[in-house]
């Protein structure tokens, strides 16, 4: 190198590094301005995950193409090294790793000669599936492309640049640089000029490329591990408790009114559309597509952090100053901001954020729009009005007077703990479906059948019981779930409860996940855990009668929310001599919403395609005699499914506590 392109690469190098710096000090200033939240806490397992998810890129790979995208991370993580040494010395003209212990940095030579290869190699296949086998869930974006073509001139100016100077003679580890060796073979007259022009576009491209980084779609390749790092703790993460205080704003109407975590999750974003896939109201064509409100998110961040900036320097590391302007409305605004509809469209069923590879939390987010919309505009679909008077008043979602809420166990043996001070291990915490709902019912039903055979001590709280304010919840109604909930906890702590036992998916997460908010810690177990453990211990003894093909539906709230999949399985193969239930394609953690969840159960689903239909049709696809499901909403929607479907004659749905219940008589 010749001190003129030295002098001159200095001044480039230091140029690119300092606007480089600039711009990551103005990303972390941006994420700063979002409302402070403890994510620093269990350092270790945050850790395990960044090398698990963010190095290992598990989630990545768990898609066809995903090993592309890995070997592309790993092989830039190796070329990171050689570019370091590439970028010194073109400060320093002799520094080199050279001082590596030798083997070690022939090892590390090697391994960049082939990656770079491999990367030109993944590059090919990325432009191909693009251009020629591009899945709906992927956009068309200039911008890949572009990405992809500077990674691709990375490798060439990387091989171009070898390999002339391995024919000049001046490459001293050539020997170890196998491809970059025999296309030496090819260099002709000129060598040393081809060897400086090489140079320098391989300096110009990777200067160019670490500074277009914070600009374009590629902006995960600096935020996806922080992410990684700082994911939510839950299995799927639920919306913060709020701080019910004067003059303070509910829910969401800004994007700084998100947690931090939130504003990284936007900037993490990799665009590869796996939530769109999964996302059920994608699938019937709802407005709602998360991948759009991620990126939308993103937009509208930037914008309004512009305008932040420009009334308060961006070297202030703090969150936006309460009450500030925002350019930029987050909710109907323009194309940087969410539809209203997408908000409401949404089902909570957390199929994006299982199959997000950087662990974005797109339903809490959602969640906390929706808050704003009910609590602080009173904004909501015109069905949730009678819901919510309903539930505040009456605590059930349907209106039915409380004295009702034991009518299910006429004629039946009941314990009812508020009875003469009656004590019981456990809690049967029947919920409103399964006291009301009159196919519900007949769940509940099962379940004491089950119960009294057990030899278990149990009790039901009768018409002390209220609800857990699921709905509410996921619906954006705090106030009043927060208000639901102190009352339940006051009754539980009453009859010194410590042991619940639940029916449905959604009373069993909100008594064991949302609960903890209010500092409280039940042992609350859904019912296919307690029959998976009746059975193993011989307490009931179920027979053969499950005859015919079985296919049992994962609800969203027992698998994706609490890791729940093997034990309705287990039970359904012991009531059927062994024989496992067939499996949909969408299954475990893959699992297809029945649609009802995040109180679409009280909504109507508007559009051609609606998501219950479309999870009914892909169990009778199978030409089952039974469709097996372990919660009250995912009853009710298989029911309306089958019978839409003009499968009611061939197909029946059963709650697995009542496949039990027939088994043991
Ligand atoms: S939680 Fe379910 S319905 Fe909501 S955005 Fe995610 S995948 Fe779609
Ligand atoms: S939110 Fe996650 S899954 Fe969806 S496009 Fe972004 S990175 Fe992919």
């Known amino acids: 190198m010749s001190p003129i392109e030295n002098i001159l690469f200095v001044i480039i190098f230091t140029g690119a590094i300092v606007f480089f710096l600039k711009n990551v000090f103005r990303l972390v200033a941006t994420i700063c301005l979002g409302r402070p939240e403890n994510r620093f806490d269990h350092l270790w397992s945050r850790a395990g995950a960044m090398l698990a998810y963010g190095f290992g890129q598990l989630r990545v790979i768990k898609e066809k193409f995903g090993f592309n995208h890995f070997?592309?991370?790993?092989?830039?993580?190796?070329?990171?090294?050689?570019?370091?040494e590439f970028l010194l010395a073109g400060i320093f003209p002799r520094f080199s790793l050279d001082f590596l212990w030798n083997p070690l940095y022939g090892l590390l030579m090697f391994a960049a000669?082939?990656?770079?290869?491999?990367?030109?190699?993944?590059?090919?296949?990325?432009?191909?599936?693009?251009?020629?086998?591009?899945?709906?869930?992927?956009?068309?974006?200039?911008?890949?492309?572009?990405?992809?073509?500077?990674?691709?001139?990375?490798?060439?100016?990387?091989?171009?640049?070898?390999?002339?100077?391995?024919?000049?003679?001046?490459?001293e580890t050539a020997s170890w640089m196998p491809v970059t060796k025999m296309l030496s073979g090819f260099v002709g007259e000129g060598a040393h000029t081809w060897a400086r022009i090489w140079w320098w576009i391989h300096a110009v491209i990777l200067l160019f490329f670490l500074n277009y980084l914070p600009y374009s779609k590629h902006l995960h390749v600096l935020t996806a591990i922080p992410n990684c790092f700082f994911r939510s703790q839950n299995l799927v993460s639920t919306v913060p408790r709020l701080k019910f205080k004067k003059n303070e704003e509910?829910?969401?109407?800004?994007?700084?009114?998100?947690?931090?975590?939130?504003?990284?999750?936007?900037?993490?974003?990799?665009?590869?559309?796996?939530?769109?896939?999964?996302?059920?109201?994608?699938?019937?064509?709802k407005t709602l597509n998360p991948k759009e409100v991620i990126h939308q998110g993103k937009v509208n961040l930037f914008t309004n952090s512009k305008s932040i900036f420009a009334n308060r320097p961006a070297d202030m590391l703090a969150p936006a100053p309460r009450g500030c302007t925002m350019a930029q409305k987050l909710i109907n605004g323009n194309d940087e901001s969410v539809a209203v509809d997408a908000i409401w469209d949404c089902t909570t069923c957390g199929a994006c954020m299982q199959v997000c590879p950087v662990f974005i939390e797109h339903a809490p987010k959602i969640v906390q729009m929706r808050q704003h919309l009910v609590m602080e505009k009173s904004e909501f679909p015109e069905e949730l009005i009678l819901l919510f008077e309903n539930s505040e008043?009456?605590?059930?979602?349907w209106g039915i007077?409380?004295?009702?809420?034991?009518?299910?166990?006429?004629?039946?043996?009941?314990p009812v703990l508020s009875d003469d001070g009656r004590k019981a291990d456990y809690l049967f915490y029947v919920g409103c479906a399964g006291a009301f709902d009159s196919r519900a019912r007949k769940i509940t039903v099962a379940m004491t059948e089950i119960l009294n055979a057990s030899g278990l001590?149990?009790?039901?709280?009768?018409?002390?019981?209220?609800?857990?304010?699921?709905?509410?919840?996921?619906?954006?109604?705090?106030?009043?779930?927060?208000?639901?909930?102190?009352?339940?906890?006051?009754?539980?702590?009453?009859?010194?409860?410590?042991?619940?036992?639940?029916?449905?998916?959604?009373?069993?997460?909100?008594?064991?996940?949302?609960?903890?908010?209010?500092?409280?810690?039940?042992?609350?177990?859904?019912h296919t855990e307690l029959i998976n453990d009746l059975i193993k211990q011989g307490k009931i003894k179920p027979k053969s009668t499950l005859s015919g093909k079985t296919v049992f539906h994962d609800s969203c709230y027992l698998g994706r929310y609490n890791n729940i999949y093997k034990q309705p399985r287990e039970i359904l193969k012991s009531c059927s001599g062994g024989a496992a239930p067939a499996e949909m394609d969408r299954c475990g953690e893959n699992s297809f919403c029945c649609g009802a969840g995040g109180g679409r159960m009280w909504m109507e689903e508007f559009g051609d395609k609606k998501i219950y239909l479309e999870r009914a049709k892909e169990a009778i696809r199978l030409h089952p005699e039974t469709v097996a499901v372990a919660c009250p909403y995912c009853m009710t929607m298989f029911e309306d499914g089958i019978k839409d479907a003009k499968a009611s004659d061939t197909v029946v749905i059963k709650d697995v506590a009542e496949i039990v219940a027939e088994s043991l008589k």
Not at 271 to 278: I, K, P, T
Not at 393 to 397: L, M
Request: charge should be negative.
């Open 393 to 397: 008043q009456r605590s059930n979602p």
């Open 113 to 171: 000669d082939i990656m770079s290869l491999v990367v030109l190699g993944c590059v090919v296949v990325a432009v191909v599936r693009r251009t020629f086998f591009r899945p709906a869930h992927i956009d068309p974006t200039p911008d890949a492309y572009f990405i992809l073509s500077l990674v691709a001139g990375l490798m060439i100016a990387f091989f171009g640049m070898g390999a002339c100077e391995a024919q000049l003679g001046v490459l």
């Open 401 to 414: 007077a409380p004295t009702d809420r034991m009518k299910w166990s006429v004629d039946l043996d009941v």
């Open 71 to 84: 070997l592309l991370f790993w092989g830039f993580m190796t070329l990171a090294l050689v570019n370091f």
């Open 457 to 526: 001590s149990w009790g039901v709280l009768g018409t002390e019981e209220l609800c857990c304010g699921d709905s509410l919840r996921r619906l954006g109604n705090e106030y009043v779930f927060e208000e639901m909930a102190k009352k339940n906890i006051a009754v539980f702590q009453k009859y010194g409860i410590k042991k619940v036992i639940t029916i449905c998916p959604h009373c069993y997460t909100t008594l064991k996940n949302d609960y903890t908010q209010f500092g409280v810690d039940f042992d609350v177990v859904h």
């Open 250 to 285: 509910f829910g969401v109407s800004q994007v700084v009114q998100f947690r931090w975590s939130d504003l990284l999750d936007f900037m993490a974003c990799t665009e590869c559309g796996r939530c769109q896939a999964a996302c059920p109201a994608a699938n019937t064509d």
